[in-house]
């Protein structure tokens, strides 16, 4: 069973950046077809899609967020990590660590994000 | 990029059927996944694909889509099915880019 648990400050001030780690066990996020993504929740708000990081290193992330956003992988650790830049108070939110996979479904491919972290609130605020 | 848009809330009677809609132009190409949120808790997949469900979901949880329109059903909805569902696809764009739904709260009387 792969368990990812995320952890990094829970206070962080405007314009620094925000930096978290997600820590994953029982399973490699070098084994291939894997996305290790990150997710965020506004206090009670819906579910956004902030990125992720391929097995073979390739990045990908929400356009919304500006190029703010960088996603990297330490695969000596077994951890992944998101680095988000010059953050405001419209940052402030609960960040998830995720495994996505897509894998091929009756008439094509479905992806889904089949294991989560419990969350880790992260606050800006001066 | 793409929207996927969700009824923001729905009530089901104990024992009844409830079919949460997402509606999004990616639901033409992109199959969706759905996501069940309790309060205090993360996100947990019930079903993706063509009634794909992990280990544990129980079969009262199914899906259709139709057009731009995915749907999640509960039939004989339980007092512990009370959450929050979310869809998610991959954004039409094409680009590696995926999109939540925008949320329905489903409450069970």
């Known amino acids: 069973q792969v368990q990812l648990q995320e952890s990094g400050p829970g206070l962080v001030k405007p314009s620094q950046t925000l930096s978290l780690t997600c820590s994953v066990s029982?399973?490699?996020?070098?084994?291939?077809?894997?996305?290790w993504s990150w997710i965020r929740q506004h206090p009670g708000k819906g579910l956004e899609w902030i990125g992720y990081?391929?097995?073979?290193?390739?990045?990908y992330y929400n356009p919304s967020l500006n190029s703010r956003a960088t996603i990297s992988r330490d695969t000596s650790t077994n951890q992944f990590s998101l680095q988000l830049s010059s953050v405001t108070a419209a940052d402030t939110a609960m960040y998830y660590c995720?495994?996505?996979?897509?894998?091929?479904?009756?008439?094509?491919?479905?992806?889904?994000?089949?294991?989560w972290g419990q969350g880790t609130l992260v606050t800006v605020s001066s | 990029s793409s929207q996927l848009t969700q009824d923001p809330a729905l009530s089901v009677a104990l024992g009844q059927t409830v079919r949460i809609t997402c509606r999004g132009d990616?639901?033409?190409?992109?199959?969706a996944s759905w996501y069940q949120q309790k309060p205090g808790q993360a996100p947990v997949l019930v079903i993706y694909?063509?009634?794909n469900r992990p280990s544990g979901i129980p079969d009262r949880f199914s899906v259709s889509s139709s057009g731009n329109t995915a749907s999640l059903t509960i039939t004989g909805a339980q007092a512990e099915d009370e959450a929050d569902y979310y869809c998610?696809?991959?954004?039409?764009?094409?680009?590696?880019?995926?999109?939540f739904g925008t949320g329905t709260k489903v409450t069970v009387l």
């Open positions: 995720a495994r996505k996979q897509t894998n091929y479904c009756s008439g094509g491919s479905c992806s889904y994000f089949d294991f």
């Open positions: 029982g399973g490699s996020i070098s084994s291939g077809g894997y996305y």
């Open positions: 990081i391929y097995y073979s290193g390739s990045t």
């Open positions: 990616s639901l033409r190409s992109y199959y």
């Open positions: 694909g063509k009634n």
């Open positions: 998610n696809s991959r954004d039409s764009s094409g680009d590696h880019h995926y999109v």
